[in-house]
């Protein structure tokens, strides 16, 4: 019932800058925390940054003055737009909301989105 679709991933030189996207379509009531999430292989998967409904953010220290996490509560779509991009960013990036949908439970770790491929060259 619940969709979230991330887009705007691909390869970029060390330096370089990438946007995502993240739209969250269906059975919506309201959505509360939104956040970006990545995975590299072999690594656990990290908090990267989050906004509230309010746009209070979260970022990890390693992309601080580096990424700004935003959202258009207007489009359900929340975005991370990624600048000075270093060869450890190289990820996959998922997109994770707390999203009330009536007449179902919440689920504890929110949904999530199928992940879109960072890369970044050296």
């Known amino acids: 019932q619940v969709q979230l679709v991330e887009s705007g991933g691909g390869l970029v030189q060390a330096g370089g800058s990438l946007r995502l996207s993240c739209a969250a379509s269906g059975s919506i009531f309201i959505i509360n925390t939104m956040g970006w999430y990545r995975q590299a292989p072999g690594k656990q998967r990290e908090l990267v940054a989050n906004i509230t409904r309010g746009s209070s953010t979260y970022y990890a220290d390693s992309v601080k003055g580096r990424f700004t996490i935003s959202r258009d509560n207007a489009l359900n779509t929340a975005y991370l737009q990624m600048n000075s991009l270093k060869p450890e960013d190289t990820a996959v990036y998922y997109c994770?909301?707390?999203?009330?949908?009536?007449?179902?439970?919440?689920?504890?770790?929110?949904?999530w989105g199928q992940g879109t491929q960072v890369t970044v060259s050296s």
């Open positions: 994770n909301a707390d999203v009330w949908v009536l007449g179902t439970a919440r689920p504890p770790d929110g949904y």
